[in-house]
């Protein structure tokens, strides 16, 4: 392990337009668990599967019981920034870390004071009135029982990508913008299964394909450095 943080190290110092493509391994080790991990507790608790509950169709039709599911598990706003946030956030201070392309939803990199993030699934801090588009502070949701509604009788919906939902074209083109610039590109905490982190890694055409996870992914074979390990503990080794 030591040999590869210093190979880490090496490629950030040889780099200047770092790019950071992150899952929900960057998330979980804020505690923000993963919202489809099904536990006995959740069984007893919700009749429809997780994947279920997150898509457009049940949000329209079984809106309230959408919210008491978003309000208990996909609201973590007691969550602060781990060591991967914050070195990403000097790295970016530092003008060597161009991009922060996340999948999750939790708005913990700009807790840490990034600026330049996207959040390929949205974010859980917005929330669009659905008919005056007034975007309203996450308190309002947390703060709320049953379904929120704006001043306007319009209801709130959270600024997150459900299933059956489309990716927003800007956030997609900026990503593949970024990626296809960098001279690196570290890639940590995702299995890169789901469209469309996987179809991303081919805008790369650096020679600094870094991959850090915990476990094995189907593009181990294509890293140029593989860690299998904590995303935190890496970077908080290698800045
Ligand atoms: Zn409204």
């Known amino acids: 392990m030591q040999h590869e943080l210093e190979t880490l190290k090496r490629y950030i110092s040889e780099s200047n337009y770092i790019v950071f493509f992150g899952g929900a391994g960057v998330s979980t080790e804020s505690g923000i668990p993963d919202f489809r991990s099904v536990d006995g507790l959740y069984s007893q608790k919700y009749k429809y599967p997780p994947e279920t509950i997150v898509s457009r169709t049940f949000f329209m039709n079984n809106t309230s019981e959408y919210f008491e599911f978003h309000r208990a598990r996909l609201l973590h706003l007691d969550a602060k920034p781990n060591a991967a946030h914050i070195k990403l956030a000097e790295l970016e201070k530092m003008g060597k870390l161009k991009a922060i392309i996340t999948q999750n939803i939790d708005g913990l990199h700009q807790a840490a004071s990034s600026e330049n993030v996207f959040e390929l699934h949205g974010s859980l801090k917005h929330n669009l009135c659905m008919d005056c588009g007034t975007d309203h502070d996450v308190s309002i949701i947390k703060d709320s029982t049953g379904i929120p509604y704006c001043d306007c009788g319009g209801i709130i919906k959270p600024d997150i990508v459900l299933f059956e939902e489309p990716l927003n074209d800007w956030v997609i083109d900026e990503s593949l913008r970024h ?11 995702t299995s890169l299964a789901v469209y469309p982190a996987a179809a991303l890694i081919h ?3 650096g020679n600094k394909l870094v991959l850090i996870n915990k476990s094995e992914t189907h593009v181990d074979s294509r890293a140029d450095l593989l860690i299998h390990g904590s995303i935190g503990e890496a970077l908080n080794a290698a800045i």
């Open 179 to 189: 990626i296809s610039k960098a001279d690196m590109l570290i890639i940590g905490g």
């Open 203 to 205: 805008y790369y055409s």
